[in-house]
């Protein structure tokens, strides 16, 4: 029996979990997600709606023609990828630096048995 054993039953991954999950770490590491998924979505759902809104009612702007046969409709389009990979790069870059290292601690602290519950 080791010197740290406080004799309790032992814990389960669902207490671990929930202690975890209550941890100031894990608080701060949701509201660091939150803070970038929910603008984020917002910024790119009314961009597609705007996208949407354009092909639906503004007919002749869309078909404004650019160059060639490539029109206004068409670079939209082809804009709502870029957009989405603009934000997948963007996301990628924001958990590297904000998210990823909180995420670390707090998976070192589960498995060294050192999760904190919140103050």
């Known amino acids: 029996m080791s010197t740290t054993d406080t004799g309790g039953p032992p814990e389960t991954s669902e207490t671990i979990w929930e202690r975890a999950h209550e941890s ?9 997600l939150r803070r970038f998924v929910f ?8 961009w597609y709606l ?20 490539i029109n206004i409709g068409l ?7 870029v957009s989405t990979f603009v934000i ?10 904000k998210l990823d290292p909180v995420a670390e601690k707090i ?10 519950e919140h103050e």
């Not at 100031?24 to 660091?32: A, D, I, K, M, V």
């Not at 997948?88 to 630096?97: H, I, M, P, Q, S």
């Not at 998976?107 to 050192?114: C, M, P, T």
């Open 24 to 32: 100031t770490e894990f608080r701060e590491l949701r509201s660091r």
């Open 39 to 46: 603008p984020m979505t917002a910024v790119f759902l009314l």
């Open 50 to 69: 705007l996208y949407v809104l354009l092909a639906d009612y503004a007919h002749e702007f869309m078909s404004t023609k650019v160059f060639g046969n």
């Open 75 to 81: 670079i939209f389009g082809l804009l709502q990828f």
């Open 88 to 97: 997948t790069g963007l996301y990628v870059r924001y958990a590297n630096r």
């Open 107 to 116: 998976r070192e602290d589960i498995e060294n048995g050192a999760v904190k």
